[in-house]
């Protein structure tokens, strides 16, 4: 079955450092791709999305692009902050149901 | 939008005894979802609702396990003779439509505890 796989965390960077965290997926046909991210107390929100091979999907400074060939959907931001301390979740969608990895925690110190 | 809404946000609850949690969703939002995740976890499907009609449920949702949505308005998660494992956040989520790239908007959970 579908699966969505990602780098285990925690991550923990100082404030402005660069941040990838890596997510690849199997699935059969081509699913559309998401990353959501869940701040301390808060329910999970979507942050970005691509819905076909070579989108870019951006929010917040952070940047995954949909790579087919790699099956990839690695998440970036060029200068963390604080306020990015979170959990982010990768995640694969082929009918409307979410398949998600196990979730990386950012931790960013100032 | 008041955005999606779970009640309780905690549950503790005997070994054996039934539960039952409610998701209101997003209004208009004719999808709606429910998933389960443990600590250290990603969240994981449990089943979907177009409307009020059941369109998929996962092989997780043993037969304890039932959920309604009986006017494809507000949705309903029971579980039967409740066991410890079924400790976990209970998330409910609702989206617009099927297309490629739904975006689903998640509440913030129920969080079970089976002593």
């Known amino acids: 079955g579908d699966s969505v796989t990602q780098m285990e965390g925690p991550v923990t960077l100082s404030e402005e450092a660069f941040l990838t965290i890596n997510c690849t997926y199997t699935a059969t046909g081509y699913p559309s791709l998401f990353w959501y991210v869940q701040y301390p107390g808060e329910g999970l929100q979507l942050l970005l999305k691509?819905?076909?091979?070579?989108d870019k999907g951006s929010n917040k400074g952070f940047e995954a692009t949909y790579r087919k060939e790699t099956t990839s959907f690695h998440l970036e931001k060029g200068s963390v902050q604080v306020s990015d301390s979170a959990v982010y979740f990768c995640?694969?969608?082929?009918?409307?149901?979410?398949?998600f990895g196990q979730g990386t925690t950012l931790q960013v110190k100032p | 939008d008041t955005g999606v809404s779970q009640n309780p946000r905690h549950k503790i609850t005997k070994r054996g005894q039934n539960v039952t949690f409610r998701c209101d969703p997003i209004s208009e939002h004719n999808r709606l979802y429910w998933y389960r995740q443990t600590l250290g976890q990603g969240p994981e499907f449990l089943t979907y609702?177009?409307?009020?009609?059941?369109?998929?449920k996962s092989r997780l949702l043993s037969d304890r396990f039932s959920a309604e949505r009986p006017k494809g308005s507000f949705s309903t998660l029971e579980i039967q003779r409740t066991e410890q494992g079924d400790s976990a956040m209970y998330l409910c989520a609702s989206s617009t439509r099927w297309d490629r790239g739904e975006t689903q908007y998640f509440g913030p959970g129920t969080r079970l505890l089976v002593l």
């Open positions: 691509a819905t076909k091979a070579d």
């Open positions: 995640g694969s969608s082929n009918t409307g149901k979410l398949i």
């Open positions: 609702f177009q409307n009020e009609a059941q369109l998929e």
